[in-house]
């Protein structure tokens, strides 16, 4: 298993900011996919404001900053959950 995919379980429930937004997002869910080679992520984020399809800047306090890919994939009665596959 990749280091990547352990740091995100090891962070399940986690809160992370977004940098250069005013807003923060949870991740619920860390995941395989039907390639075994690769994982995705689930993150939970308010109703508003809503992010485009872009990559973003995740942070959280003890941790280095990460550049990742995401895609608003539904809403739900708390916000809207975003999206990102990593391949290992």
Known sequence: MSTVVNYFQARHGAEF????????LTLSE???????QAF?????GPAEP??????VVL???GDDA?????VPASRN??????HAVFNN
Request: hydrophobic share 40%; aromatic share 10%; no cysteine.
């Open 66 to 70: 990460l550049a990742i890919f995401m």
């Open 30 to 36: 860390v995941a395989p996919t039907a390639n075994p």
């Open 50 to 55: 809503q992010l485009t399809q872009q990559t």
């Open 59 to 61: 942070e959280r306090a």
């Open 17 to 24: 900011s977004i940098a250069g937004f005013s807003l923060s």
């Open 77 to 82: 009665s708390s916000g809207v959950q975003y």
């Open 40 to 44: 995705s992520l689930t993150f939970q």
